[in-house]
């Protein structure tokens, strides 16, 4: 982990990849503990309300400006500053992926650890490529749950292939 601070493009892909997935479009139900009015929409006290996350990650409501320009692009660097070193907090906390508030998840400081400390061994370990002349199908699947089509075009080495011990 202290490694983290050092590696700023990992901890960009981090956001981009929870901003670009959203594998969980809408958050869990919450409800309204009093009347309320949001963005002149009039929401009764008691009322069962779902943040939509993708939405928010993506940037889709053509009333008010862009958040995140060309969204529907996997671009991690839209979280680095210009000389690529240091990471933009301010941007990655616009990312919406363990929700926002008091009802955010709990977990969350644990899990951005445990995806950084997965990936960077992953990479460490492994090289990943795509089939020469292949391309990926990055079209999700909508449902309860965001998926992509399985990519049979993938390629994945061990990096240090281990010595045979016989």
């Known amino acids: 982990m202290s ?13 981009e990849m929870f901003r ?12 309204t503990t009093r009347d309320t009015v949001l963005n002149g929409y009039y929401i ?25 320009k060309n969204p529907h692009v996997f671009n991690p ?5 210009a000389k690529g070193t240091e990471v933009n907090k301010e941007d990655g906390e616009k990312v919406l992926v363990f929700g926002l508030g ?11 650890r445990q995806v950084f400390l997965f990936l960077t061994t992953l990479l460490q370990q492994l090289e990943f490529s795509v089939r020469d002349g292949r391309k990926v199908d990055m079209t999700p699947r909508y449902g309860l749950a965001i998926k992509h089509k399985r990519c049979e075009h993938f390629q994945v080495k061990q990096r240090f292939p281990m010595a045979s011990l016989s």
């Open 20 to 31: 670009h997935s959203s594998f969980l479009p809408f958050t869990i139900p919450h409800s």
């Open 102 to 112: 008091k009802r955010r998840c709990i977990g969350e400081f644990i899990a951005r």
């Open 44 to 68: 009764p006290k008691g009322r069962c309300v779902f943040i939509n996350q993708w939405q928010v990650n993506h940037d889709e409501a053509p009333l008010h400006p862009k958040l995140w």
């Open 3 to 15: 490694d983290q601070g050092t590696l700023p493009y990992t901890e960009a892909f981090i956001l």
């Open 77 to 81: 660097e839209r979280f680095l500053n």
